[in-house]
Every structure is written in C-alpha cells, then in structure tokens.
C-alpha cells in the first residue's frame, strides 16, 4: 500500500475504534503506533515516534499553563463565584423579558474569563440556575438548554483551555490566541440574549416565566445593596485583572499567569472559608485527573501528527483539494462539516488534535491567517458539545442535576436552538475575518 492509502485506513480505522466506544487517546496511540511500524518495516521508529511523543513532546514550559489554568478553574468553582456573579446578573436584569435566561448567559460569560474550561461552567449553572428558573416558571427544556448553551463561552472567551491547546500545536502565541478569542466570546453571548429576548417576545410558551404570578414572585425576591453587589463582584474583576491584566500588560506570560491566577483563587477560596483539607485534596484529585487525560490526549495526537507526516497524507489530500479548485470557502465547509459531524461523538480537544494535523497543509497555501482559523475551529468543534449522542455539556447538565423529571432528551431538545445560533456566529465569523482580528 501507498503511504497515502495507509494514512487514510489509519483515519477511518481511528474512528471506527472510537465509534466502537475505545477510549480516544488509545485508539490514537495504538492506530499512529502500527502504522508508522507498516511503513517504516521495522517497529523501531514505532518506539522512537511513541518516546518523542511521551518526553520531547511535553517538554516544553507552555505545557505548564495547562494545569495551572485547570487548579484555578476548579477553586473558582469550588468558591461559589458562579453563585455569587448569577445572583448579581438576575437582580440586575430581573426586568428583561426571559431575565433569567439572559441573566445565566450574563453570568457565565463572566465565569468563563475565569474558568476556562465549559465543563465547570455546566455543572455549576446546572446547579445555580436552572432550579431557580424552574422556581420562577420557567420551562424545563428552556432553563437546561440556556445553560448547555451558555456553557460553552468557556471554551471561547480567555483563558480557555482549548485556546491554549490549539496555540501548543500550531506553535503560535497563546496571548494573541487569548485576545482573538475575546470579541467572537462576546459577540456569542450577545448573539444568545437577542435570541432569549426574541423568544420571549414571540415563543413566550417555550420560555415560560412570563406570567404575572413569575413576575410578581421576582420582584418579590430579595434586593441587592451596593455593598453586597460590589462584595459578589469584586473577586471576579480581581481575578480577571490579574490575569488577563497581567498577560496583556506584559506582566507575566501566560505560564506564570495561570500560577497567579490559581494562587488568587486559591486565597479567595480560603477567605470565603471553602477551602478544607479535604475539599483542597480532592481539588488536586479533580484536577490531575483532567489535566492527566488532556495531556495524554496530546500525547498520543503527537504521534498521530507524526504518522500523518510519514504517510504523506496531509500533503496529498492538500494536493487534490487544490487540484479540485474549491477554493478557500469550499475548503472551510467541508472542514467545518467534518469537524460538526466529528462533534457528535467526540470532545472538543480530540476534535482539534485530530482535525488540525490534518488540514493544516491543505489551508496553508491560501496564506490565512491561523489564529482566525483556530477560532473558527474551536467555534465549530464547540457546537458538538451540544449535539447528540455525546454532546458532554449535556450529558454534565444531567448527571449533575438531581431532577428525575428532566430528561437527557429534553436537555438536547433545549440546546438545539443554541447550537443554530453558534453554527450561525460561525459563518458570522468567516465571513468577517476581522471579528477575530480586531484587538490583536
């Protein structure tokens, strides 16, 4: 067989063992591992492909601000600032049609500048929000999907995760990544309070919460001084000065950033009194978990990025989509059609170390520029956490709320609206390059 061919049974053999429910990184590894042996003949650079992966690859200093940003995620969340910054939303935007729909995007576009990671923000919002809009009236399907919906700005707006692994594998700035990603996080959000607002006014049935009883019982509810406003919201602008304030100011590198950031949270944690020696523990626990199977993922994505590069299949594919003329548009749909389709049973991070090897040589001779595209990438391979069957912000939303009465399936019926307008921010975004380039 040609190296081509190879390449291309490795793809379909690597989706075929994750279809089949293999875990995501071993079938990566195993896949990369024989194939490199099949076309090399000997299973020597097998082994040496699989060490550079495991050694070399994690090597580098900026591998470090992935941990880092994970620890100060999971105090942040640990502390009750979701709570605290919802509060605050709903008391100020109580009047709005669908308030507190609008007010839980508000909160967690808040969150997510101090999170970066939508799992966080899935859980704690499923926890906050949605019991309080089913108190107020709220339909179910509206209350679960607003909060699936919103969820995902954290993988968006900086300092996000996926931001940072997409800016390690194309070997580009992680501060410029954090800076595109701020106006598409944004226009998001705004995107989802118009929609909010308009179903209100048009589909008040599939909102809910509009009647004069929901209405009186809001203005009922308990008012916010100043004090106590200033109080809820001042941890959270604390925590984004220093480190945003820091990355962009050229204080600190996103690296030290992270360590900053987590040792703020950290204190803000123990003034609040949240922190015991058992919650602290289990932090660590949470966090090595997540971060042991992000960089093991990254790990095996090396050696899948290697055997693509052997096999010659990148630059083969790149020649025969330049030889079918699809142009740059034809090209960008059928990349973000692959990575939708790839969203249905994937996660954000295996979608990006997948996909982005892969295409990289076919969008380079079109000269664009590759931080409008990670963007456009992390945009298209987030609307997979809200489509079936995997859709993990949704399978989040269910395992963390205690309702029997709300099914997985009224969870996915209540993010679908959501989804269309993420697909529609996406052409938004590709079509107006400068929405991601503005602030650089």
């Known amino acids: 067989m040609t190296g081509m061919e190879v390449g291309l049974i490795s793809v379909a053999l690597i989706l075929i063992l994750i279809y089949s429910g293999m875990y995501v990184p071993i079938a990566l590894g195993l896949v990369s591992f024989f194939s490199v042996w ?7 650079p097998s082994i040496y492909v699989l060490t550079l992966g495991a050694t070399t690859g994690l090597e580098d200093y900026i591998y470090g601000v992935i941990p880092l940003f994970v620890l100060m995620g999971m105090f942040v969340s640990q502390c009750d600032l979701g709570k605290d910054i919802y509060e605050v ?27 970066g990671v939508s799992i966080a923000s899935a859980s704690v919002f499923a926890k906050v929000s949605v019991p309080e809009m089913l108190r107020f009236g709220y339909t179910r399907r509206f209350a679960v999907g607003v909060v699936a919906g919103s969820s995902v700005l954290g993988m968006l707006i900086p300092p996000s995760v996926m931001l940072i692994v997409y800016a390690i594998i194309t070997e580009i700035s992680v501060a410029d990544m954090f800076k595109a990603g701020i106006l598409p996080g944004l226009v998001l959000a705004a995107a989802y309070v118009v929609a909010i607002v308009v179903m209100a006014i048009f589909f008040p049935k599939y909102i809910g919460g509009q009647d004069e009883r929901s209405k009186a019982f809001a203005e009922s509810q308990g008012n916010l001084s100043g004090r106590e406003i200033a109080a809820k919201v001042a941890p959270f602008v604390a925590l984004i ?20 950031g ?48 052997i096999s010659g299949l990148p630059v083969e594919l790149g020649n025969l989509i330049i030889d079918a003329d699809l142009g740059l548009l034809g090209v960008l749909t059928l990349y973000v059609l692959m990575i939708v389709l790839m969203g249905t049973v994937l996660d954000t991070t295996s979608i990006i170390l997948i996909m982005v090897p892969l295409f990289l040589p076919v969008i380079e001779p079109f000269d664009v520029n590759m931080i409008w595209f990670g963007i456009v990438t992390i945009v298209a391979a987030e609307i ?26 009224d969870i996915f019926a209540g993010a679908f609206p959501f989804a269309v307008i993420m697909l529609l921010v996406l052409i938004l975004l590709i079509a107006f390059p400068w929405l991601t380039l503005a602030l650089l």
């Open 38 to 44: 099949y076309l090399r003949g000997s299973v020597e």
């Open 89 to 115: 939303a709903n008391f100020t935007l109580r009047k709005v049609k669908g308030g507190l729909g609008v007010a839980t995007v508000a909160a967690n576009t808040v969150f997510a500048a101090v999170t």
């Open 241 to 260: 000065l220093l480190v945003l304030g820091g990355i962009y100011g050229g204080l600190f590198t996103p690296t030290e950033a992270g360590a900053v």
């Open 262 to 309: 987590a040792l703020g949270a950290m204190v803000i944690a123990m003034l609040k009194r949240k922190l015991s020696r058992p919650v602290l523990w289990n932090i660590l626990k949470e966090t090595g978990r997540i971060c042991a199977s992000l960089l093991l993922l990254i790990v095996a994505a090396m050696m899948y990025s290697r055997m693509l590069a």
């Open 384 to 409: 997979g956490l809200l489509t079936p069957p995997l859709g993990i912000s949704c399978f989040v939303i269910k395992s963390t709320l205690s309702d029997p009465s709300i099914s997985l399936g």
